[in-house]
């Protein structure tokens, strides 16, 4: 079962090139999912009621072509598996008839009090909702960055805070972007992005990054040197 949504590029998400910056796609992504998770009955009406929440625990993305301000993108949407606390949803991206990009995935639920994941997929909500189709995009497992590394301090501030009470899965993603950020214009993008350890409001947080020749790689550490968030930016022709 597939779910398509449209919407056009914001003139504020996009950056000094006109293209749409990379975390605001991975907001519409987002979006999207939450959308279709309402349509099949488990989104946030769903499942805030019962103190559970979805959270994002990887995701893979490779971008063909950024959209422009006003351009409109449709994202096509479904769950590629639901099997051991995890949840593959995967994404399309067109510009009219033309692909510009893929997207695959991968979700839990949370207990909002005790903060622990929780395994629902046995209800008979999620009996039906599987479409099954997989898109290729292997995974690329994290490294931890060789020292020494360049590092940025970050704070987790109110405006990163998201409805579940912990920093957004997006933000991380800007924090890294504005610690340092390649030159990927007019070229394939692929990003690799994991989620270990929730940051939460008030967090010094530190932002290891290290350039390679093919992109950059980067690692949000805690005061505890535990990491919340490690994510790859890999760059082709």
Same mark, same amino acid.
């Given at each position: 079962?597939?779910?398509?949504?449209?919407?056009?590029?914001?003139?504020?998400?996009?950056?000094?090139?006109?293209?749409?910056?990379?975390?605001?796609?991975?907001?519409?992504?987002?979006?999207?999912?939450?959308?279709?998770?309402?349509?099949?009955?488990?989104? $946030? !009406?769903?499942?805030?009621?019962?103190?559970?929440?979805?959270?994002?625990?990887?995701?893979?993305?490779?971008?063909?072509?950024?959209?422009?301000?006003?351009?409109?993108?449709?994202?096509?949407?479904?769950?590629?598996?639901?099997?051991?606390?995890? *949840?593959?949803?995967?994404?399309?991206?067109?510009?009219?008839?033309?692909?510009?990009?893929?997207?695959?995935? #991968?979700? !839990? #639920?949370?207990?909002?009090?005790?903060?622990?994941?929780?395994? @629902?997929?046995?209800?008979?909500?999620?009996?039906?909702? #599987?479409?099954?189709?997989? @898109?290729?995009?292997?995974?690329?497992?994290?490294?931890?960055? +060789?020292?020494?590394?360049? $590092?940025?301090?970050?704070? $987790?501030?109110?405006?990163? $805070?998201?409805?579940?009470?912990?920093?957004?899965?997006?933000?991380?993603?800007? !924090?890294?972007?504005?610690?340092?950020? +390649?030159?990927?214009?007019?070229?394939?993008?692929?990003?690799? @992005?994991?989620?270990?350890?929730?940051?939460?409001?008030?967090?010094?947080?530190?932002?290891?990054?290290? #350039?390679?020749?093919?992109?950059?790689?980067?690692?949000?550490?805690?005061?505890?040197?535990?990491?919340?968030?490690?994510?790859?930016? *890999?760059?082709?022709?």
């Amino acid at each position: 079962m597939k779910y398509n949504y449209s919407y056009e590029m914001k003139y504020q998400e996009s950056d000094a090139h006109k293209k749409t910056r990379l975390y605001h796609l991975e907001e519409y992504l987002l979006e999207v999912a939450g959308k279709a998770a309402d349509e099949l009955g488990y989104g $946030i !009406a769903a499942m805030h009621p019962r103190g559970l929440g979805w959270i994002l625990t990887r995701l893979s993305l490779e971008v063909y072509e950024l959209p422009r301000h006003n351009d409109i993108v449709r994202f096509e949407t479904w769950i590629e598996s639901n099997a051991h606390m995890l *949840s593959t949803r995967d994404f399309r991206l067109y510009l009219g008839d033309r692909l510009i990009g893929q997207c695959k995935s #991968v979700w !839990a #639920v949370l207990d909002l009090e005790k903060r622990e994941l929780v395994n @629902i997929f046995d209800e008979p909500i999620f009996k039906d909702c #599987v479409d099954g189709e997989v @898109i290729d995009l292997p995974r690329v497992r994290m490294t931890t960055i +060789p020292e020494p590394t360049c $590092i940025v301090p970050h704070k $987790i501030v109110y405006s990163d $805070i998201d409805y579940n009470g912990h920093c957004n899965s997006c933000r991380y993603l800007q !924090a890294m972007l504005d610690a340092y950020l +390649p030159d990927y214009y007019g070229k394939k993008v692929r990003l690799d @992005i994991s989620y270990s350890k929730e940051a939460m409001l008030g967090e010094l947080m530190q932002i290891h990054y290290l #350039v390679s020749e093919d992109g950059v790689q980067y690692q949000m550490k805690n005061e505890a040197g535990e990491t919340s968030s490690s994510a790859k930016l *890999s760059i082709g022709d």
